[in-house]
């Protein structure tokens, strides 16, 4: 049985570089995951995406990251939602030698949206994808999937493609498409 996704952007939405006592560091968004938490589990599957730049450039030691990602699991989880698979891209062609190679996860390519619709029969037509950056907007319309552009000072780059939704913040955006789902199960 096929179902609805919301692919977030998790390195541009939920993670921010910070520096902690003069090292480099990243921290969660707590504002965003919040907004996040009020996702409707029944109606969307959660699939992380997004350019995982921090890591790809090498700015953030990885176990750094991978606390603050834990950190997003574990308040989602509380609230009973938990991201299906992480689609979120480490590499770059210009990233860390260690991080320098291309991939179908890193946007504006396609790869999450289709690995999710064969792994775990996600129907694309009726999924969104939501960020803050003119790369997803574009990934999600080559894909076929609906776009929430999130308003923030990262959309600067503009491509040719109109998002189907602009929100002002994460919470806004989930706040429409629950009440959208809510409308159109009936």
């Not at 977030?8 to 902690?20: F, T």
């Not at 921290?27 to 997004?50: C, T, Y």
Request: proline share 5%; net charge positive.
């Amino acid at each position: 049985m096929s179902q609805r996704a919301l692919f977030v952007d998790r390195p541009s939405l939920l993670l921010q570089e910070a520096p902690d006592r003069g090292q480099p560091s990243i921290q969660v968004h707590q504002k965003a995951l919040e907004d996040l938490a009020q996702m409707n589990p029944r109606a969307f599957r959660l699939f992380w995406i997004g350019n995982d730049d921090a890591l790809a450039f090498g700015r953030v030691p990885e176990k750094r990251h991978a606390r603050a990602c834990a950190q997003i699991q574990e308040t989602l989880a509380a609230k009973k939602i938990a991201a299906v698979a992480d689609y979120s891209c480490p590499f770059s062609l210009q990233g860390a030698p260690e991080r320098r190679r291309d991939s179908v996860f890193r946007l504006p390519n396609v790869g999450a949206m289709k690995a999710a619709r064969l792994e775990f029969e996600v129907e694309l037509d009726g999924s969104w994808i939501l960020s803050d950056r003119a790369e997803a907007m574009l990934a999600g319309s080559r894909a076929g999937i609906r776009t929430a552009l999130i308003r923030s000072p990262h959309n600067e780059r503009r491509y040719d493609v109109t998002p189907d939704l602009v929100a002002d913040d994460l919470g806004s955006a989930i706040r429409f498409l629950t009440r959208l789902q809510s409308v159109l199960s009936r």
